[in-house]
Structure formats: C-alpha cells, structure tokens
C-alpha cells in the first residue's frame, strides 16, 4: 500500500471515530434535556395537586346542597369588602356572586339599599333574615335555593314593589305568605312551582299591574283568577297549557296592553277571536304557535296593536308579512329567528 493510501485510510478511520464521539455527546445532551423536562412537569404538577388539595379542604353545601368546594373564608371577605364600599347605593347586584348565607349577615349595612339582585347565587330560606330592616322595593331571587320557608322573611318586606321569584321551589302555598307585601305590583313566578291553585291568593295584591307566569302549571282554569287583578297590563303565560277557552275569561281585564302567547296552543281561528276579545291589546307574543298567515292578518284587526313578535313560525311567509304590514303598516313585528 503506498503512503497516500495509508494516509487516507487513517483520516478516514479518524473521521469515524470523531463522529461517533459526536453522537454520543448528542445523546447524552438529549437524555438530560428529556430528563431536565420530566422533573419541571412533575414539579408542576406535584405543585398543582398541592393546590387542589388546599381547595378540597374548605366544603360548603351548594345552592342545592351539592356541596361545592370553595374558599368560603375568601369569598365572605370579598363580599364584606363589597357591601362596605357600596353603603350609600341605592341600587346592587350580586348576581352569580359567591354570595352564600354567611356573607349575608354584612347586609344589613345597607341602610339605604332600594333595589337588589341575589339572582343565581348560593343563598338559601336562611339567609333572607338578614334583608328584613332594609328598605328593599324591588328583589330579585332568580335561580336560588329558595322556597316558601324563605317567603316568611320576604312577607316583611312590606315597601317591596317588584319581586323576581322565578326558578325557585316556591309553589302555591307560598304566595298566601305574600300577603303583607301591599304594594306588590310586579311578580315574576316563571318556572315555579305554582299551579292554578294559588292564583286566587294574589287577589289581595291589587296593584299588580305585571305577572310572569312562563313555564309554570296554569291553565284556562286559573285565568278566571286573573281577572280579579283589576289593574293588569302585562301577562306572560309561555310555555303554559292556556288557551283561547282562558284567554276569553280576560275580557274582564280591560287594561291588559301586554300579552304573551308563545309556546302555546295558539291558532288561525283562535287569532281571529283574539281580534275581538282583546281589542286593547299594544304588544302581543305569538311565537312558536300554530299560526300561519291567515292568522296573522287577523291580528291586523287589533286596533291598538303596535308591537307583534312571531319568532318561530315558519308558516309564515314573506308574503304573508308584506300582507300583514300593509294592513298594519305602523305595527312593529319582531322576527329574529324564522
């Protein structure tokens, strides 16, 4: 073999070697690098699990008694925190606050507190004791775990104007506990408990001029109740089983303005009998009905009528709209979902 030869091959035999070396020393880069990853997930997650378990250890029962964990010390803070920078307002809203019984004692620094929304918070009948010495007018409870037991506390509340009870358990036997609330204009009882049967305990309520029935169990047979609220504009019976044979019994209602039929058994012919048994009616709701376009121009007839909404109804054409605005061409129609 000659020297240029040898010489070859031992560069070449030095060049493998070198990068053997190299790939070692890449391997063992990326193994530590590997490892140096795992340790930094593993803290994090060692770091997580630590946090999770500080949670775990403070319980309350939820709304309905579920009971969620959280950091009830906190939240109570936070609330006290709240409700002292806020002394002076006339007007607040927890709604979907951490707000539990606990955190209601503080509010009784409310003084001059008018207006208050609890909607969609954790309080229960308990906690309403604290809300008697305030001036409340109006009283929002929507979506709380409230129900009659908590109403003897709302009945003390006699300059209490507007009240929001809806989705709640209160049912029938809770509304005759309402009877000190005088000046009850404005019930809100969608999706209660309450079926005909309670009806005739708001007759004591005469300034009621707004009722929210939607989703609960009334029938034709409690509307004869309802004409002894002799100052109602505004009834809202969605999702009810009323029907043309109960809306008759509200001719006696000679200031309903407002009406809402939606989600119930509702009609072409029952609409050209709504022309006449309720010619006052301004607003009236017939979404997800039976109604078609005969139907609708019947409603043309409403003298008053100003605003209509018919989302949900496609039984009703475009046609049958020009139609209708033509014979009712200042009458506001809501249709956002055809």
Known sequence: MSKRETDSQTRHEDGGKSGRRLSGALLIVTSLVVLLI????WQMLDRAEKQV????SIKVAGA??????????????LAEEL???NQNERKLSFEFYDMTDQAME???????????????????????KYLTALP?????????DIDNEGLKHIAKLTRLGYLNLSDTDVNDEGLRQLEPLKDLSDLNLAA????????????????????????????????????????????????TAVTIVGLRKLTACDKLRTLNLQNCLFNDRDAAELAKLLPALSNLNISHTQLTGKGLLSLAKLPKLSRLTINRLPTISNADLALFKAAKPDCLVIRDLP
């Open 64 to 77: 309905q008694g579920s009971g969620n964990e959280l950091k009830v010390a906190e939240s109570n803070r």
């Open 38 to 41: 795992i340790a930094v997930i």
């Open 192 to 239: 209660t408990k309450i079926t005909d049967r309670g009806l005739p305990f708001l007759k004591v309520h005469q300034p009621i001029w707004k009722l929210v029935l939607l989703n609960t169990n009334v029938t034709d047979s409690g509307m004869a109740a309802i004409t002894e609220l002799k100052n109602l504009e505004c009834l809202d019976v969605d999702s």
């Open 83 to 85: 409700i002292e920078r």
């Open 53 to 56: 378990g500080k949670i775990k």
């Open 106 to 128: 503080y509010m009784p620094r409310l003084k001059k507190l008018e207006e208050l929304s609890l909607a969609h918070t954790r309080i229960t009948n308990s906690g309403l």
């Open 136 to 144: 409340l007018t109006g009283l929002i409870l929507t979506n709380t």
